[in-house]
């Protein structure tokens, strides 16, 4: 396992925490194949979800970003941006089943994990809280 689930993680916003927990499921599922030795025939497929996921998570982020007007939202998404083109490179990159372009993946993602999720992710927490309490009450 490479990043246990924790409550650290935790943003409190139900959707958000859902597909962080689904990134880093994906995320274990391709470094466990990896000591396992079904790497090369699971790779792809795990990428491909993992592409999907991550996509489909920062739209969601994203308009969350505009409809609480974060005022830092451009930065926001040029990070995921980043995210996108790396593991794309990574998809498409001929040695994508070397130990070096995996090790390379994985230090990115452990980046990503430290830089992003828990930073980053956790920036726009007080004005969604602050949107969305305003308008319930
Ligand atoms: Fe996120
Ligand atoms: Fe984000």
Redesign the pocket.
Known sequence: MFIRWSDIFKTHIEI?DE??FKLIAIINELYSAYYKGTYSESINEIIGRLTECSVN??DT?EKILDEIKFPAKENHILDHRRFKKVIDQFSSSNDIQSDIAFYELFEFLNDWFMN??LVK?REFIPLYNKHFSKKTN
């Open positions: 958000i597909q962080h998570h920062f982020e992003h999720i992710d």
